[in-house]
């Protein structure tokens, strides 16, 4: 997050990983219409009732994105990692100083996600479905929330600050650059491989190809949040990703008439 991967941030982080654990809890619940169209068979064979099963859902990911909060804040902090400008709201501290760069991050999630769609559509399609195009944005645009929050906490504040950590301790403690680049790469490939049940849900055939594209694809706009938290803070990972996902799941069903 600085120019220095030896830097430390001081202070605390547990009212901080709450706020991120709320901001979850919120983001997992706005996923869910979404998902009801992504895979309606599924949700129309459960054994309880749908309330029960989002209120579970969301209840777990807003617990679990507050202690993976806490744990990356605590164990990337003394290398860097945080998240300095929300930091500096919730405890009423000033400002980061360096200069944040909010267009930088929001034109690179454009461009992610922009690829992510030209590429897919060099690949050969089935034919298209009729569907909703404003009610895919909407639901799409709620998506975008859970991507930018929830995804990010667990991917890159949790995973990546875990994995600097666990390399920098085999090395007395101090991270060294590649060892950013290597928890960054390790956690996009994650990140990508997380994404194939709502692929195969949505008919993504279980082919070897389109497992392989899928689970690239997917590390490759990781790769972008990852650089962006090391050296700029999770704030910017997630405009990003929350940019990226708009492209995906609001620009491309309004654009192209592509679920």
């Given at each position: ?30 996923v869910f219409p979404y ?123 949790g995973l990546v600050s ?98």
């Amino acid at each position: 997050m600085s120019d220095s991967t030896e830097s430390v941030v001081r202070g605390p982080h547990l009212k901080l990983a709450l706020w991120l654990g709320a901001a979850s809890t919120l983001a997992a619940l706005a996923v869910f219409p979404y998902l009801l169209t992504l895979m309606p068979t599924w949700f129309a064979t459960l054994p309880v009732p749908l309330w029960k099963l989002v209120a579970a859902q969301v209840v777990q990911a807003g617990v679990l994105c507050w202690l993976l909060a806490w744990l990356g804040l605590y164990l990337g902090g003394r290398h860097g990692l945080d998240a300095p400008w929300l930091r500096a709201l919730v405890y009423r501290q000033p400002m980061p100083t360096r200069r944040p760069h909010w267009v930088l991050a929001a034109v690179l999630g454009v461009l992610a996600g922009t690829a992510v769609i030209g590429i897919k559509l060099m690949q050969p399609s089935p034919t298209p479905l009729a569907f909703d195009a404003v009610g895919q944005a909407w639901r799409g645009a709620l998506a975008s929330l859970y991507g930018g929050t929830v995804e990010e906490i667990v991917c890159r504040l949790g995973l990546v600050s875990l994995l600097v950590w666990l390399l920098a301790w085999t090395r007395r403690r101090q991270a060294r650059p590649w060892m950013f680049i290597a928890a960054i790469v390790l956690a996009a490939l994650l990140f990508g491989a997380s994404h194939l049940p709502a692929a195969f849900a949505s008919g993504t055939p279980h082919t070897s190809f389109a497992i392989c594209q899928n689970i690239m694809l997917n590390a490759l706009v990781g790769l972008v949040f990852g650089g962006l938290f090391w050296k700029l803070g999770l704030e910017h990972a997630m405009l990003a990703h929350f940019c990226a996902d708009l492209m995906l799941h609001v620009a491309s069903p309004l654009a192209l008439g592509q679920a």
